[in-house]
């Protein structure tokens, strides 16, 4: 098998044993400084001191079904509140048809993916040779196959917003070992200049537009249509972040 093309369904069904072969191989092409595999099946390498976890591709499902969504009576009440103060659509649903990617298969490759992102405007990724990901290969890192609004289920934290829950589920890592979606101020660029994911810039916290849409922005197929338009030439970089990945 070319490791470039290992799919998610091999690897979370594969043996230890095979997985350790697989992890190494990774690491030899890259000339990794080390890696290792924990457990619970995530694999990490770690490259010029930075550890970066493998993300195995394939053909995936990503996007969210809108319509499909069935919101907590809490999350309906927040979300009718917030319809009530701030003039969102009446229909639930519909907003989250405009904010949220479409459900879509497609095919990705393996990646190693960065464990943490970094600061996007003070990081040269050529001279790391290292490149961004794609908003679908974001998407996919992020989500990590979970067909769930959030990439840990469905529901939230009872908090006004994700800094009311420093412990909340969104500060742990995901099921690839990563840290991401984690603070809606800092959303990451991707190799699209014209899709950001994993927050809002702050709008929905900052602006107390409720609890619900306080942590919207850190749903997987969140995609906030007008937060790309405060980039202008790249001069709001450097509050942004950047998802480094190098391809297998």
Do not use: K
């Not at 001191?49 to 990503?62: H, I, K, M, N, S």
């Not at 290969?137 to 840990?152: I, M, Q, S, V, Y």
């Not at 306080?214 to 249509?225: F, S």
């Amino acid at each position: 098998m070319e490791i470039g093309e290992l799919t998610l369904r091999a690897w979370r069904g594969g043996t230890d044993e095979w997985r350790e072969r697989v992890l190494r191989a990774a690491a030899e092409r890259v000339g990794a400084d080390g890696w290792s595999l924990a457990p619970d099946g995530t694999a990490t390498v770690v490259l010029h001191g930075r550890e970066f976890a493998l993300v195995p591709g394939g053909e995936v499902q990503l996007g969210f079904d809108a319509a499909a969504f069935a919101p907590t009576p809490e999350q309906t009440a927040s979300y009718a509140e917030s319809c009530r103060d701030f003039g969102f659509p009446a229909d639930l649903h519909a907003h989250l048809a405009e904010v949220l990617s479409p459900v879509r298969t497609v095919r990705l490759p393996a990646l190693l993916v960065g464990v943490e992102a970094v600061d996007a405007g003070e990081v040269d990724f050529e001279e790391h040779g290292w490149r961004l990901p794609t908003p679908d290969e974001w998407e996919h890192a992020c989500g990590a196959g979970a067909p769930t609004l959030f990439r840990w289920g469905g529901t939230h934290p009872d908090t006004d917003d994700p800094f009311s829950a420093p412990d909340g589920p969104q500060r742990r890592p995901n099921a690839f070992g990563l840290r991401i979606a984690q603070d809606p101020y800092r959303p990451e660029v991707t190799a699209d200049p014209e899709v950001m994911c994993g927050g809002d810039g702050g709008s929905a916290t900052c602006g107390g537009y409720g609890a619900f849409l306080a942590w919207l922005p850190l749903a997987t197929a969140y995609r906030d249509p007008s937060l790309a338009e405060l980039l202008d030439g790249g001069g709001w970089c450097d509050d942004l972040l950047g998802r480094p990945v190098v391809a297998l």
